[in-house]
């Protein structure tokens, strides 16, 4: 009778340190799924300045050969066809012999940790690019 009495308590030491790991499991998995979220919506707010950047650029670099607003911002839109360009605004500021394009999009967080650490719905993301215009002096 001894040995399935001590075979017994060895069964239920065995289910409790189950249920442990478990819970250890789930508190341990959660926490990486959330890590893994917010590094996933810092990646996509770096990609969004990368490409803010990239269409500052064609933006610029159009207009430093014309003069047409609508050519600069359709450059710049076309560097960001794959985002959402209701989200962006451009602004062309020709003053003197320079071009300057300036784009700002609004980033929208999927993971709600991230919401809860910036205190508002979405970041701003801002990029600006300026070349001289070409025919236009030195100096």
Sequence with gaps: MQTNQNFSTRQQSFQEEAGQSLVEFALIATTLMLLFFVIIDLGRAMNIYTYLAGAAQAGAR??????????????????????????????VNQAGNYTEVTLTYVFVPITPLVVSALGTDALTLSNMARIRKLGSGGG
């Excluded at 450059?75 to 209701?86: D, K, L, P, V, Y």
């Design 62 to 91: 159009a207009g430093a050969v014309s003069s047409d607003v609508a050519v600069i911002e359709a450059a710049a839109q076309t560097r960001m066809s794959g985002f959402n360009t209701e989200s962006m605004t451009i602004v």
